[in-house]
């Protein structure tokens, strides 16, 4: 079993769309988790963290975390083809080391 | 966040040599880190680069390979040696400010060993 998985894409969505990404994590012992873009030939950025159950948002992003089901999603709402990317999770223990998922591809069709 | 910097940006490098791959960040950071992305997939972390002391490798990844410099806060580096075409990668240095959980990552080194 993976440490991190993603659900499988590409995901194509339509501009103005919901776009809804999901991951899940095989130790119940992680305590941060952590959703990065990563453009075509570019670095990953980080755009979303959260630590505790439940939502946090910023701007068209809500990130979602469930420990008992060892589940985290990210969600961007009013798509725009510049959110075209690969979307990576990852996931940290209680020491330094990142985890990440394969990524999900996601193409916003204008 | 840190602005990172990593130099080369690209390069191409014939079988047998050795590239030695620089980053460096604007602030003083505790804890560095090296990763690789090869074509298509996700991120697997080589080491962790340790100021004042030797990195400390992941499972599958050897010093003699992947030797480690750390010689600041600020600056590391990471020689990929005697490549081969298998090294063919993008190579990234991240960096955890100090708070202990984010990490940001530099622009990367693109490999490609022919």
């Known amino acids: 079993q993976k440490e991190v998985e993603q659900n499988s894409g590409p995901l194509s969505v339509p501009e103005g769309a919901i776009a809804s990404l999901n991951c899940t994590y095989s130790?119940?012992?992680?305590?941060?988790f952590f959703w990065y873009r990563q453009y075509s030939g570019k670095s990953p950025e980080l755009i979303m963290s959260?630590?505790?159950?439940g939502d946090k948002e910023d701007g068209r992003f809500t990130a979602q975390l469930n420990k008992a089901s060892q589940y985290v999603s990210l969600l961007i709402r009013d798509s725009q083809p510049s959110d075209s990317a690969t979307y990576l999770c990852?996931?940290?223990?209680?020491?330094?080391?990142?985890?990440f998922g394969a990524g999900t591809t996601v193409t916003v069709r204008a | 966040s840190a602005v990172i910097s990593q130099k080369p940006s690209r390069d191409i490098c014939q079988r047998g040599t050795s590239l030695t791959i620089q980053c460096q960040v604007d602030?003083?950071?505790?804890?560095m880190f090296w990763y690789r992305q090869q074509p298509g997939q996700s991120l697997t972390l080589i080491a962790t680069?340790?100021?004042?002391?030797?990195?400390?490798?992941e499972s599958g990844f050897v010093i003699d390979k992947f030797p480690i410099s750390r010689p600041n806060l600020t600056f590391s580096t990471l020689t990929v040696s005697n490549m081969s075409p298998e090294d063919s990668s993008i190579y990234l240095c991240?960096?955890?400010?100090?708070?202990?959980?984010?990490?940001?990552f530099g622009p990367g080194t693109r490999l490609t060993v022919t």
């Open positions: 991240s960096v955890d400010p100090g708070h202990g959980v984010e990490q940001y």
């Open positions: 130790d119940r012992g992680s305590q941060s």
């Open positions: 959260i630590y505790s159950n």
């Open positions: 990852a996931v940290k223990k209680d020491d330094y080391k990142l985890s």
């Open positions: 602030s003083q950071v505790t804890m």
């Open positions: 680069a340790n100021q004042g002391s030797e990195a400390t490798y």
